[in-house]
């Protein structure tokens, strides 16, 4: 028997009104948006671990392309990771470090932004927050070649120069195939023998990273530093001068080739070069030691009166217990009496 469909007259049907017609397009939008945010997001965060697994295995290409995508997906990420990084090559690293924090919060798997957050740390002298990031880039793709550079450099101020080396040696071994971390690498490796008095194996390294890169001052200036240490003052001379020739602002180069002058009793070159490091130095811990070591100068070359107003300077600017050595240097310049 063939039975007529008859609507439930208990739930009545109607016409919207145009007000919840539009209270409905509102929902449905909303539920849309949220679930493109959802993807997007779940999407970016898969993208960016996807290329840390990329960047491991060594496929640098697809690496990077999978990160590039990533932020094309999450405009906020993107735009925290340019800040962090602009601000790094502006050396704004206040400012990098927040802006780094901030593409951590919204994606904690993207390697770079700890590694330009740590190198932020470091340049401000907090070695142990440097050394935090540079190990969680590690963590994250654990053939993150200048994190374990830049995790060395920050080991040695803290005393930790064993692991340092281990560091250096680790990254000069994950890139065989490209040494364009090598000269970084080797002067990591110098400053690491330095701080255990290793001078030989030091100044073997720091060859090795002048042979391939002849461009970066500091290497020249540790090394002219070390020559000083063991007396070769015209090896040493001739580095200072080679890094002033690479960055003319260096102030303790001046300093160094200063020292280096006055220990081959070539006292006027040394004058010259205190007096070029105070005018362009402004701080007082480096300004009160370059009046002081330029006092003793003046006091070898018999002008106790140049001797007492550098020295006097010296000791004004600090006169911590630190600074006795300069404090009896101008003892004797009023006694008139010459210092070994």
Same mark, same amino acid.
């Given at each position: 028997?063939? !039975?007529?469909?008859?609507?439930?007259? =208990? $739930?009545?049907?109607?016409?919207?009104?145009?007000?919840?017609?539009?209270?409905?397009?509102?929902? !449905?939008?909303?539920?849309? %948006?949220?679930? %493109?945010?959802?993807?997007?997001?779940?999407?970016?965060?898969?993208?960016? &671990?996807?290329?840390?697994?990329?960047?491991?295995?060594?496929?640098?290409?697809?690496?990077?392309?999978?990160?590039?995508?990533?932020?094309?997906?999450?405009?906020?990420?993107?735009?925290?990771?340019?800040?962090?990084?602009?601000?790094?090559?502006?050396?704004?690293?206040?400012?990098?470090?927040?802006?780094?924090?901030?593409?951590?919060?919204?994606?904690? @798997?993207?390697? =770079?932004?700890?590694?330009?957050?740590?190198?932020?740390?470091?340049?401000?002298?907090?070695?142990? *927050? #440097?050394?935090?990031?540079?190990?969680?880039?590690?963590?994250?793709?654990?053939?993150?070649?200048?994190? @374990?550079?830049?995790?060395?450099?920050?080991? %040695?101020? *803290?005393?930790?120069?064993?692991?340092?080396?281990?560091?250096?040696? &680790?990254?000069?071994?994950?890139?065989?195939?490209?040494? =364009?971390? @090598?000269?970084?690498?080797? @002067?990591?490796?110098?400053?690491?023998?330095?701080?255990?008095?290793?001078?030989?194996?030091?100044?073997?390294?720091?060859?090795?990273?002048?042979?391939?890169?002849? $461009?970066?001052?500091?290497?020249?200036?540790?090394?002219?530093?070390?020559?000083?240490? !063991?007396?070769?003052?015209?090896?040493?001379? #001739?580095?200072?001068?080679?890094?002033?020739?690479?960055?003319?602002?260096? $102030?303790?180069?001046?300093?160094?080739?200063?020292?280096?002058?006055?220990?081959?009793? &070539?006292?006027?070159?040394?004058?010259?070069?205190?007096?070029? #490091?105070?005018?362009?130095?402004?701080?007082?811990?480096?300004?009160?030691?370059?009046?002081? %070591? *330029?006092?003793? $100068?003046?006091?070898?070359?018999?002008?106790? &009166? =140049?001797?007492?107003?550098?020295?006097? *300077?010296?000791?004004?600017?600090?006169?911590?217990?630190?600074?006795?050595?300069?404090?009896?240097?101008?003892?004797?310049?009023?006694?008139?009496?010459?210092?070994?």
């Amino acid at each position: 028997m063939n !039975q007529e469909f008859k609507s439930d007259s =208990s $739930t009545p049907s109607r016409h919207l009104t145009p007000a919840e017609q539009f209270i409905v397009r509102i929902g !449905q939008f909303a539920i849309l %948006v949220f679930f %493109v945010y959802i993807v997007s997001d779940l999407s970016s965060i898969v993208l960016i &671990q996807f290329g840390n697994a990329q960047f491991a295995a060594g496929n640098m290409k697809l690496g990077r392309g999978s990160y590039t995508l990533a932020l094309e997906l999450k405009p906020g990420l993107k735009k925290a990771i340019s800040q962090c990084d602009s601000d790094v090559v502006d050396q704004q690293y206040e400012s990098a470090i927040e802006h780094c924090s901030n593409a951590i919060k919204i994606n904690k @798997y993207h390697a =770079s932004a700890f590694y330009n957050r740590g190198l932020a740390y470091y340049n401000l002298a907090q070695d142990e *927050q #440097a050394i935090a990031d540079f190990t969680k880039a590690i963590e994250l793709i654990p053939v993150y070649t200048w994190a @374990y550079i830049d995790r060395g450099f920050s080991y %040695v101020p *803290q005393g930790q120069s064993d692991l340092a080396i281990s560091d250096c040696n &680790q990254a000069i071994e994950l890139d065989e195939k490209d040494a =364009s971390t @090598y000269p970084s690498a080797y @002067y990591c490796l110098g400053l690491a023998f330095y701080a255990q008095d290793n001078y030989d194996l030091a100044i073997t390294n720091l060859d090795k990273a002048i042979e391939l890169d002849k $461009t970066n001052p500091g290497v020249y200036f540790l090394r002219g530093s070390i020559h000083d240490k !063991q007396g070769e003052e015209n090896a040493a001379i #001739a580095d200072y001068t080679k890094t002033i020739e690479l960055n003319p602002n260096y $102030t303790d180069a001046y300093v160094g080739r200063g020292n280096a002058f006055a220990d081959a009793k &070539q006292f006027t070159q040394a004058i010259e070069d205190y007096k070029k #490091a105070l005018e362009m130095s402004g701080d007082p811990n480096n300004d009160s030691y370059t009046y002081c %070591v *330029q006092g003793v $100068t003046y006091i070898k070359m018999n002008d106790f &009166q =140049s001797a007492i107003m550098a020295l006097e *300077q010296g000791v004004k600017l600090n006169a911590t217990s630190e600074n006795d050595w300069c404090k009896s240097a101008l003892e004797a310049a009023r006694q008139g009496i010459l210092v070994p």
